[in-house]
């Protein structure tokens, strides 16, 4: 609605301002608590590498078969959940995600009672397979719930409960996880009678199994919640050509989106580096100075969890700062202080390396939510639902980049600096495509 001199109304004004109505506060708090769902299945299983390295005796580059298979369940799954949610409902992809989820949590009881890695990698794999139902339907519904104006700080502040989650994740894995299992270093384990090996292996497999075994309840109880409630769907645009040859032809002609594609793959292939191998990089550091091994990794997560906080406030912090910047702006400015850090981890080391390695953890909050805002910027209906599943697909970068590292981590050796601290070139390359996005998409027409 306008005035008569053409200017927008006070109270229409008003309206596009506010980030939730309460007609759809309660279905945007139950979405929402999904965000946190997938932040705690992120986040327990980046600590599962050293842990499965050490409990069947594997490299570091085997050992991120885990990474391979959870974050390939994002690249398999997200377009037909698009597809999916584009025949049917936001609502019943969301119920399709938590069920799998679920499913996948219960499949380590008998992962655990076979007693081989490759079951843990199916299960992994079937949990992601609901997860990418989840984040493709989640995300372009948050961004539905209300004006267009208000889309990105909606879904930066439905992203800030992620890290939440996460943090709980890391909390189980850091206390009922890694400071559970076997004190038995990977060398003394590899040295073992067979049998006492096995018994060792057994006890812990179940202690890995247990959290996923309870989450799997948690997120029952929630599908039930939502299952039960009447949640909103925005409307249908009939007249727009709905066919998928169109659909694929409209988004490829958008670069802003194609090219946030490609700055979401760098993204997810950063943050996974990052939070997999502060686990490694701190358990060298902390080993060189004589602490034991278990010990060391223990310590290593307590770093992983105080990263993970620091990311926790800074999406807070700058979910209110994209009130007075442009998302572009502060996207370049974050991605430029990864990249100063991530030198910082490569040629101070140590302690000082680590303490750099936790810093970049704010730098990454803003970026998952900021790139999908703008990468999504005025794709509406069916064409945002499948836009929605490129940028989960996208999620592929943590499947071949952690790999990447762990071979520059078990294979190169170099000369001035540790294959620890030169693996972490990856993520500075990451941060220079992230850095370069924001920085193309502060103009309307980015070329």
Known sequence: MTEANGKVSKSNQIETDILVSRDVLIPFILITSCFALWGFANDITNPMVAAFQKIFLTGATEATLIQVAFYGGYGAMALPAAMFIRRYTYKSGILVGLGLYAVGGLLFIPASSMGQFWPFLIAYFVITCGLSFLET??????????????????????????PIGSLVGMFVASQFILAQLNEKTKDERALMEPANFELIKA????????????????????????????????????????????TFKRLALNRIYIEGV???????????????????????????????????QVLSQQYNILA???????????????????????LMCLAAGGMVLTLGII???????????????????????????IALKGIQGDDAKIAAAGLIMAIVGGTFLPMLQATVIDNWTFEFVTSIQASFILPLICFLVIANYGRRTLKNNPL
């Open 262 to 296: 490609i700055a979401q793959m760098f993204y997810v292939g950063a943050q996974i580096m990052c939070w997999t191998f502060i686990i490694h990089y701190g358990t060298a550091v902390f080993v060189a100075d004589g602490m034991p091994e278990k010990d060391a």
């Open 203 to 246: 006890q812990d497999l179940e202690i890995v199994s247990s959290p996923y075994v309870l989450i799997s309840l948690v997120i029952a109880i929630v599908f039930i919640m939502i299952a039960l409630r009447a949640m909103p769907e925005p409307d249908k645009d009939g007249e727009e050509d709905i066919s998928l040859k169109a």
């Open 308 to 330: 993970m906080g620091l990311f926790c406030a800074s999406r807070f912090i700058c979910t209110f700062l994209l009130r007075y910047f442009v998302p572009g702006m502060l």
């Open 137 to 162: 339907t989640a995300n372009p519904y948050i961004l539905s719930m209300g004006s267009s104006e208000t889309a990105t700080r909606r879904l930066n502040l439905a992203q800030a409960f992620n």
């Open 347 to 373: 040629f101070l080391g140590g302690i000082s390396g680590l303490y750099c390695l936790v810093g970049v953890s704010a730098c990454m909050s803003l970026m998952f939510p900021t790139i999908y805002g």
